[in-house]
């Protein structure tokens, strides 16, 4: 009887409360590294510190595919209760009905304060706060410091505007015997996120590509196309990247291969390339035309309407756990991902990790000259026209400036019906 009244006590006080809350989570992975096996490991580690909330972390694939397998679910009346999505989507998740904001739902709005506004203000709309930035990146120049040495370059610095990096990038370029290049200057992605990429030209020559309240995109601005050209024109004028479609998914490989000695991507994949590298590299902010400039970027921690207020209470409690200085520092380290608050890069393991691999913090620095990602309602829609001039324009089907054209067109219309 005593070894069963011990065997019950024991299992009592190892099972699961029967009040546990159950939470699902989609979130999306858009760069390279282990990061589903990074997220199952604090998950199970938040467990443990709260066994009265289960956790169930759900990989929806990219950002797109996490949105769309989001959508379906609510529509399907089977949403989850928490979400990481692009901080961009918050116009089309108000617009949808499918969040709630989350100043009701924590009593010390002071929260809120930790994080860094660049990271906040796409998430902040008409004085409520509708999400909490989690994986957040800017954009940033990844170069190869022995190919720069090869090159008779200056390993140590980076090009630090537009002229400098056409300049840069001719010596870069490396051909085989037979004329065909083996390693180019520079390469810019123009899938996925080609949105992205060239809003980062249009900050950098002075120009803005939205307005505040999503309404609105300047596509056909002459500095948009001004930078669309420049873009273009690495390829088809200076010879220092490739023509035609740039892969962002093989692009880091094309990177670590030596196939180009520069390249604009996430800050995201740092972790996995500094794993990776069989050669010295640097990371420096974006090259500047007028000014510098990258847009922010990532994914924030969305909560759904549809979640029982036990539910969203207890979400809350897990982006707070997850997004605490230790733990954001802990995320930026392991991936490459901005630390989310100015506390996380003040942690001992922070400090000093940024010792011994400085370019650990240039994204960080970034945020100075960063603006809020493309963010308009029915973003999806938008991004799609975007992508597509940019494709358009870099395989010469279309002149920039008609391609934009063509976005800005279809932007107008869609905008003009969601008001």
């Known amino acids: 009887m005593l070894m069963a009244a011990a065997f019950a006590a024991l299992s009592i006080g190892t099972a699961r409360p029967a009040a546990a809350v159950d939470l699902t989570m989609y979130y999306p992975v858009a760069v390279g590294g282990p990061v589903t096996k990074i997220v199952d490991d604090m998950v199970s580690r938040f467990e443990k510190d709260n066994p009265d909330i289960k956790v169930t972390a759900v990989y929806a694939g990219n950002y797109t595919d996490t949105m769309t397998k989001a959508m379906t679910a609510m529509k399907g009346g089977q949403p989850p209760q928490l979400s990481v999505l692009l901080s961009t989507d918050v116009f089309t998740l108000m617009d949808e009905n499918a969040i709630v904001p989350i100043d009701g739902l924590v009593s010390d709005k002071s929260w809120f304060k930790e994080f860094y506004p660049a990271f906040m203000a796409n998430g902040q709309i008409d004085g409520k706060t509708w999400s909490i930035p989690f994986q957040r990146s800017t954009i940033v120049l990844y170069w190869n410091k022995d190919a720069f040495k090869e090159a008779g370059l200056d390993p140590e610095k980076a090009p630090a505007s537009w002229d400098e990096m056409v300049e840069m990038s001719k010596k870069l370029v490396k051909k085989d015997g037979s004329g065909n290049t083996t390693r180019w200057g520079v390469e810019i992605p123009t899938t996925g996120y080609g949105y992205w990429m060239l809003q980062a030209l249009a900050i950098e020559n002075g120009q803005k ?20 050209d420049y873009w273009v024109d690495l390829s088809r004028k200076h010879n220092v990247m490739p023509s035609g ?18 390249m604009w991507h996430t800050t995201g994949n740092l972790t996995a390339v500094k794993d990776a590298a069989k050669f010295a590299f640097g990371v420096a902010m974006l090259p500047a035309k007028e000014q510098r400039g990258s847009p922010t970027g990532g994914g924030s921690f969305y909560i759904f309407k549809s979640a029982s207020p036990e539910q969203q209470k207890a979400a809350v409690k897990f982006i707070q756990w997850m997004t605490a200085p230790e733990r954001a520092a802990e995320w930026s380290m392991k991936t490459g991902y901005v630390a989310v608050s100015p506390a996380a890069y003040k942690t001992p393991a922070m400090e000093e990790y940024a ?36 494709q358009a324009a870099v395989t010469g089907s279309q002149k920039p400036q008609e391609a934009l054209a063509a976005a800005q067109a279809q932007s107008d219309r869609v905008l003009r019906a969601s008001k």
């Open 245 to 262: 479609s740039i892969d962002w998914a093989t692009l880091r490989t094309d990177f670590l291969e030596g196939k180009t000695a520069m």
């Open 355 to 390: 010792k011994g691999f400085p370019q650990a913090i240039v994204a960080r620095d970034q945020l100075e000259h960063a603006v809020p990602e493309l963010s308009v309602h029915e973003n999806g829609r938008i991004y799609k026209f975007v992508n597509d001039a940019v």
């Open 209 to 228: 590509m939205m307005n505040e309240a999503g309404t609105e995109v300047h596509l056909t601005a002459p500095k948009t196309v001004v930078a669309l």
